[in-house]
């Protein structure tokens, strides 16, 4: 713990708060800090004296944290509440661990005022311990201590009599009575540790709970620092430097690689990491054996799997392009091996009643030299299975420091990821969006067009990279969808379309924050109006260079991470009813979006037997939104029409067959309909979004 933990509790703030609200206020402060318990883990209660609805009594009820949700963010709606005399009720219905989960359905029978919010697992645990304030929290210091060969030893001597401790067991209404006995048994305990799992401590009031929760996890952080031995994780093995570029460029071609090779029916979605904490593992002399033992808090375990993928990476050969290549030649049998490691995994401990065999592909790769790399469904999975396995990361090297790292038992791992239980769970879960795990790329993604686009994009679960060569507008534009999609899904970065380098660079970066690519949307452009003997050849150049070579790199490198995934893909390039039909002042522009048409008819004919689609919309007169109609295009074809710029749109409507604006949001709806499965069997073809224009009839 690179610094003391400090009380972030306002006595202020918390003297005009109800106690529930005192009760999500010490759960925010908790969850709020890392090193106190990881997203979406930990669970804090209180007990309070509530005006049943029923007979106007007092009655006493446990707010508990609800089955899923995150204790930085939790809101009062994200707490189960529980008439406390009903689950002491229950005491006289539990049959033994044989019968453990049929408890879980009487929790909703114990329900206060109609709550909805579906009671968790661990509401036993905190129901039974006679305190009125109860945390249960994951901090790395203190399961440090829990995942030690000696752990009960090391409990007693860190806390000095102070903290209980209990051996590994699933969480249930056993473990709750569990605590109760050791709770009532010694009343001047200030918590118990839970063997490989974590802590629970508690107080007579919420800030006392609070601070009691810090001053044991700093202790416990303090007694590990003063008392480690020897060097992390047996010292360094490699002490190559790659730098943060190198590392980012060998990391982005290989999330490539891996996630088409463990694309299934789902695609996925990658993170990268290469935090000093992960450097210093993937490193060491200790890696292979330490990944090998896996992780230990179900919590870590849950989300990263029975251990990580370990890849075959020499950062230290004298040719690290060519021995890039080797890893990637020998990617298929690493992932085939750990793929039949896990399926004798789950044949070895199955019961007669497990479900089924869930994806056998590794979530966490551990890459020696460059970092962390995980894959899972989303954006924010992936990027909280990383920070998981850093927990993970960190408790290992803390609890080889004083004793000997013990990872979770494989029987008892299996028990819990696949928890009957925990695949109801998973069953209630909502079905993935149409878009779910997909990887979208947006050119002139901060104008009008494009960032319709990405709206529409992001509202059907993609992640998205804005490309856009205006820094400002661009910055606007990812703040503005981050705030409405959040910021795993949205990234953004300056590309020059007629760049070279800027387009490769650009695509990298895609690579190393998502994973890879699916869908391409080449949007994009300029346009200039001047009649052909006042065309000069700058003009000229600069539209072929936007609009035709721009489109050119962008669909040959966006075609090479599509080829190299070898998942198919689709490409969608924003052209124009000018590359069908010309327009008389306008022979750059034209000319140069006739090309962009040829161009995806030539890129979906060699992408045809890689599955890569490419379609094209055709837009006409997209005024509102469109940062082209905003300068000198819009003057120019004022003057071309001989009418005011303020005309221009009553004129296109006009001139429409249905009378009608054509809208950003239209042309994006067109571009989502080419992009998703619903236009799979569509490719080098071309949607006119105009409102009407007989002469642009493809047909």
């Known amino acids: 713990m690179t610094s003391k933990l400090q009380s972030l509790w306002n006595d202020d703030t918390a003297s005009s708060m109800s106690e529930p609200e005192l009760l999500q206020y010490r759960s925010n402060l908790l969850g709020s800090d890392l090193r106190i318990t990881n997203y979406g883990g930990g669970n804090t209660s209180a007990k309070i004296t509530m005006t049943d609805p029923l007979n106007g009594q007092d009655a006493e009820v446990l707010w508990v944290k609800g089955s899923g949700g995150d204790l930085g963010s939790i809101e009062l709606n994200g707490f189960s509440t529980l008439y406390m005399d009903k689950l002491n009720q229950l005491k006289d219905l539990y049959r033994g661990l044989e019968n453990e989960d049929e408890m879980v359905g009487y929790l909703p029978h114990c329900t206060f005022n109609l709550n909805p919010r579906a009671a968790s697992i661990d509401t036993p645990l905190h129901a039974y311990i006679p305190k009125a304030h109860v945390d249960h929290m994951h901090p790395d210091a203190a399961i440090a201590i829990a995942c030690t060969k000696n752990s009960k030893q090391l409990t007693e001597t860190v806390f000095n009599g102070d903290m209980g401790w209990l051996p590994w067991q699933r969480p249930g209404f056993d473990l709750g009575l569990k605590l109760e006995e050791v709770a009532r048994s010694n009343p001047k305990l200030k918590g118990i540790m839970l063997e490989g799992h974590g802590i629970f401590t508690w107080g007579d009031t919420g800030k006392e709970c609070y601070l009691n929760t810090l001053a044991i996890i700093q202790q416990a952080a303090d007694w590990l620092e003063a008392n480690k031995k020897g060097e992390n994780f047996g010292g360094v093995a490699i002490d190559v430097d790659f730098g943060e570029a190198k590392r980012g460029s060998v990391a982005s071609q290989l999330m490539v690689q891996i996630r088409g090779k463990i694309t299934g029916d789902q695609r996925k979605v990658g993170h990268f990491n290469d935090s000093a904490e992960v450097l210093e593992f993937v490193n060491s002399k200790n890696l292979a054996p330490l990944a090998a033992l896996g992780t230990s808090c179900p919590d870590h375990f849950l989300r990263t799997k029975i251990c990580p993928l370990v890849v075959n990476?020499?950062?230290?050969?004298?040719?690290?392009?060519?021995?890039?290549?080797?890893?990637?030649?020998?990617?298929?049998?690493?992932?085939?091996?750990?793929?039949?490691?896990?399926?004798?995994?789950?044949?070895?401990?199955?019961?007669?009643?497990?479900?089924?065999?869930?994806?056998?592909?590794?979530?966490?790769?551990?890459?020696?030299?460059?970092?962390?790399?995980?894959f899972a469904k989303d954006k924010a999975t992936a990027r909280i299975a990383g920070e998981f396995y850093v927990?993970?990361?960190?408790?290992?090297?803390?609890?080889?420091?004083?004793?000997?790292?013990?990872?979770?038992?494989?029987?008892?791992?299996?028990?819990?990821?696949?928890?009957?239980?925990?695949?109801?769970?998973?069953?209630?879960?909502?079905?993935?969006?149409?878009?779910?795990?997909?990887?979208?790329?947006?050119?002139?993604?901060?104008?009008?067009?494009?960032?319709?686009?990405?709206?529409?994009?992001?509202?059907?679960?993609?992640?998205?990279?804005?490309?856009?060569?205006?820094?400002?507008?661009?910055?606007?534009?990812?703040?503005?969808?981050?705030?409405?999609?959040?910021?795993?899904?949205?990234?953004?970065?300056i590309?020059?379309?007629?760049?070279?380098?800027?387009?490769?660079?650009?695509?990298?970066?895609?690579?190393?924050?998502?994973?890879?690519?699916?869908?391409?949307?080449?949007?994009?452009?300029?346009?200039?109006?001047?009649?052909?003997?006042?065309?000069?050849?700058?003009?000229?150049?600069?539209?072929?260079?936007?609009?035709?070579?721009?489109?050119?790199?962008?669909?040959?490198?966006?075609?090479?991470?599509?080829?190299?995934?070898?998942?198919?893909?689709?490409?969608?390039?924003?052209?124009?009813?000018?590359?069908?039909v010309a327009s008389a002042n306008a022979s750059a522009y034209c000319t140069a979006k006739a090309a962009e048409i040829q161009l995806s008819r030539a890129v979906a004919l060699e992408g045809a037997p890689l599955g890569i689609r490419c379609n094209v919309v055709n837009p006409d007169a997209v005024l509102r939104g469109s940062k082209i109609w905003t300068g000198k295009w819009r003057e120019e074809r004022a003057a071309a029409y001989d009418m005011g710029e303020d005309d221009l749109e009553a004129h296109y409507r006009s001139r429409s067959m249905l009378k009608l604006n054509v809208f950003p949001e239209d042309i994006a709806e067109a571009i989502y309909f080419l992009a998703a499965d619903t236009a799979s069997k569509s490719t080098g073809n071309i949607i006119n979004v105009d409102a009407g224009h007989a002469p642009s009839f493809t047909r």
């Open 495 to 580: 590309c020059n379309v007629t760049s070279e380098e800027a387009v490769q660079a650009a695509f990298a970066k895609t690579s190393l924050e998502f994973g890879g690519l699916d869908i391409l949307v080449s949007n994009a452009g300029i346009a200039s109006s001047s009649p052909l003997d006042e065309t000069t050849l700058a003009s000229w150049n600069l539209n072929m260079d936007i609009l035709a070579k721009g489109y050119f790199l962008v669909s040959r490198e966006g075609f090479k991470i599509m080829k190299a995934q070898n998942t198919g893909g689709s490409m969608v390039f924003v052209a124009s009813k000018n590359g069908l």
């Open 391 to 493: 927990n993970a990361i960190n408790v290992m090297r803390e609890a080889n420091g004083v004793d000997t790292y013990v990872g979770l038992d494989i029987q008892e791992a299996f028990d819990i990821e696949y928890w009957l239980l925990e695949e109801a769970k998973l069953q209630r879960m909502p079905k993935p969006k149409n878009l779910a795990g997909r990887v979208g790329f947006v050119t002139g993604g901060a104008g009008g067009i494009g960032k319709a686009t990405a709206r529409r994009l992001l509202g059907e679960g993609a992640c998205v990279m804005l490309a856009d060569i205006d820094q400002t507008a661009l910055d606007g534009a990812v703040e503005e969808l981050s705030a409405e999609f959040s910021s795993d899904v949205v990234r953004g970065v």
């Open 313 to 374: 990476f020499d950062p230290a050969a004298s040719d690290s392009d060519a021995e890039l290549e080797k890893t990637i030649a020998q990617l298929d049998g690493q992932l085939e091996e750990y793929r039949q490691g896990y399926g004798d995994y789950y044949n070895k401990c199955k019961r007669d009643n497990s479900p089924a065999i869930r994806d056998a592909n590794a979530i966490v790769y551990l890459v020696p030299g460059v970092g962390m790399i995980t």
